[in-house]
């Protein structure tokens, strides 16, 4: 048997949204800024996908820029808001928990001028408002908090961020890094006071290499790329049409089992930690309240390296990932398990196990099944 539990690295096309490119690719290829009629039916799909994208964000297609991935999202937003309004400020918020493709970008305008703050969080990794509140300031610019965190699955207190930024008075723009939480939750960037929203389409069921930054009308970024004039000349380059639509397909039959799946999620998610407490020297890094991710568990196996036990597991048909992603001897680059105060044996033994809607119980009992076997052998070795 197998059991893939690394759904926030990547997960599998459904059938249908892979038919969906098998078209585009074959049939309707054109280019869509081609005038001829290929090039028109391939607009088509693109100007579909903006539409299936609003609808679900409650936006206006225009407010939707297709990317690569949701790194180029996260750059776009992050880089492109802060060289468009440099002359504002160059105050920038964040926090010590974030994605590498936003802090990279974050270190990048620092070594620009840019005065870079990394706020901190608490043990369960949700950021502490009081020194955002303390930071916010008539400098600043930008605020860029992720929705959910990729490592332990803490869910960010985001619609309160954003009442705190229109509170202060300050004109700062608020971006979301939301590509572990699309798919997932109902996101409504308007009426939850955010002008930027990265997505990604390969975290819910689309194509790799396809991702989505929502802008809201009226905000000022910077295109990164510069050619054609694509997208309104934000992002330049042939369409990825395959890809675009693919995602958009994807997110359409997300959306259309939400209920469904978040149940689903919450019965594995469960399944999963009652496992878990029952072992010896297992101790629970994702926040088990109401600020945990339904679809995120990160567990530290103490007495075993996370690689060690990664590999373990795999040897057995079970596919986790490494939880610790730690950097502690660059500034502002630390792990997220070092931010909210894991030891360095607790970070060198977490496993990050994460669902889709295709995850199932069988797949779940078999994990912990074999955690159970492994386990024992494991710690006997390393002691020697």
Same mark, same amino acid.
């Given at each position: ?31 869509? #800024?081609? +005038? ?16 299936? +994208? ?46 590498? #493709? ?107 290499? #396809? ?174």
């Amino acid at each position: 048997m197998q059991a893939y539990l690394d759904n926030s690295a990547t997960t599998p096309v459904t059938m249908s949204v892979a038919n969906k490119i098998q078209e585009i690719f074959i049939k309707d290829f054109g280019n869509p #800024s081609s +005038l001829h009629m290929k090039g028109v039916e391939a607009e088509k799909h693109l100007k579909e996908a903006k539409e299936i +994208l609003a609808k679900l964000l409650k936006v206006t297609p225009k407010e939707i820029i297709f990317t690569s991935c949701g790194t180029e999202s996260n750059n776009l937003a992050i880089v492109g808001a802060a060289m468009a309004n440099r002359r504002t400020g160059k105050k920038i918020l964040t926090t010590q928990v974030e994605h590498a #493709s936003v802090k990279e970008p974050m270190l990048f305008l620092k070594e620009q001028g840019f005065d870079v703050v990394f706020l901190p969080v608490d043990d369960r990794g949700v950021v502490q408002l009081d020194a955002l509140r303390k930071e916010l300031d008539e400098e600043t610019i930008l605020v860029s908090i992720m929705m959910v965190n990729n490592v332990i699955g803490t869910r960010q207190p985001v619609e309160e961020v954003a009442s705190i930024i229109k509170e202060s008075g300050s004109k700062a723009l608020f971006h979301v890094d939301a590509i572990q939480a699309f798919g997932k939750y109902e996101i409504h960037p308007k009426r939850m006071g955010i002008d930027l929203l990265s997505i990604s389409g390969h975290k819910f069921h689309g194509p790799k290499g #396809s991702g989505v930054l929502f802008v809201k009308e009226k905000t000022k970024i910077k295109p990164l790329m510069l050619g054609g004039g694509q997208q309104n000349g934000m992002r330049s380059g042939t369409d990825n049409v395959p890809g675009s639509a693919g995602l958009a397909w994807a997110a359409k039959e997300c959306y259309e089992c939400l209920e469904d799946n978040t149940n689903h999620y919450m019965l594995c998610k469960k399944l999963l930690l009652d496992g878990l407490k029952n072992m010896d020297d297992v101790v629970i890094n994702s926040p088990i309240d109401e600020t945990g991710a339904m679809h995120i568990v990160n567990a530290s196996f103490l007495g075993v390296r996370s690689e060690v036990l990664l590999h373990a597991l795999e040897d057995v048909g079970v596919y986790v990932s490494s939880g610790s992603a730690c950097s502690s001897n660059k500034p502002g680059k630390e792990g997220t398990l070092d931010a909210i105060g894991c030891d360095r044996d607790r970070a060198d033994s977490a496993i990050r196990f994460s669902f889709s809607d295709l995850t199932t119980t069988k797949e779940i009992e078999y994990t912990l099944e074999q955690l159970n076997k492994l386990l024992p052998v494991l710690r006997k070795y390393s002691r020697h």
